[in-house]
């Protein structure tokens, strides 16, 4: 790390956000990025073929990507998700398999190969937010991060204690990380225009649930709030 990447992570950095301004530092802050594969925002992926436009949610990949640019060119600390099964679907309950009734099931056969299978085609993460050498990427049954997962472990060790939460989709799996996290003790703050959903109504109640009550899960601002403010740092 350099001198100037150095400094940077030891000053406060505050954020323009809702309900009030977020406050964080670098160095114990992660850049979390939620279950961006090919299976939620690529055409003959799960998402497609439950009938969804998947253009909602690659709405988030432009600024996304250059958020992801700014909290590496910052010394941050990035961390992705994926969502998916064992190919043996083990840890796939019966619940989660049922629920919906769709015709189309994980571990079912599609385009990108089994529906939300590890290592399939359609599981990872699409090429434009592809992880570099070096940062953590978590598997996920769950719709939480933290379910079933070494990611507090893993925030542990680094001394985080903040987390700006980015990914899809707002009112599901971004949600319930936002929620596993702030009973754990973590201020986390949500980007508005880099979460989407197949569901704008529900994308817009859900950013609206995280602020509510003097941000009773977090804060929420656009990218552009915090681009503005890492370079003050």
């Known amino acids: 790390m350099n001198q100037a990447v150095a400094t940077a992570t030891t000053t406060a950095v505050a954020v323009d956000a809702e309900p009030y301004p977020y406050i964080l530092r670098l160095q114990s802050t992660v850049l979390l990025v939620i279950d961006m594969q090919r299976d939620f925002l690529e055409t003959g992926g799960f998402g497609d073929a439950l009938g969804n436009d998947v253009s909602l949610l690659r709405a ?7 958020v992801m640019a700014a909290a590496r060119a910052a010394g941050m600390t990035v961390i992705h998700t994926r969502e998916g099964h064992r190919p043996d679907l083990s840890d796939l309950s019966a619940a ?11 571990g079912d056969r599609g385009p ?3 529906i ?8 990872d993460i699409i090429a434009e937010l592809a992880p570099i050498p070096g940062e953590p990427v978590i598997d996920k049954p769950g719709k939480g991060a933290f379910y079933a997962t070494d990611l507090e472990a893993i925030l542990s060790s680094r001394g985080i204690t903040h987390l700006i939460v980015c990914g899809v989709t ?6 319930t990380t936002v929620r596993e996290a702030n009973d754990r003790g973590f201020d986390c703050l949500v980007l508005s225009d880099c ?3 197949y569901f704008p109504e529900l994308h817009e109640a859900a950013l609206a649930m995280i602020k509510a009550q003097g941000g009773i899960f977090g804060w929420v601002a656009p990218s552009s ?8 740092a």
């Open 60 to 66: 988030t990949i432009d600024p996304m990507r250059a």
């Open 225 to 232: 709030a915090l681009l503005e403010a890492l370079p003050a």
């Open 96 to 106: 989660k398999y049922r629920r919906g009734n769709f015709p189309t099931r994980i």
């Open 112 to 114: 990108m190969g089994r």
């Open 195 to 197: 979460t989407g959903s």
């Open 170 to 175: 707002t009112e599901v799996c971004v949600h």
């Open 116 to 123: 939300l299978v590890r290592g399939e085609a359609g599981h």
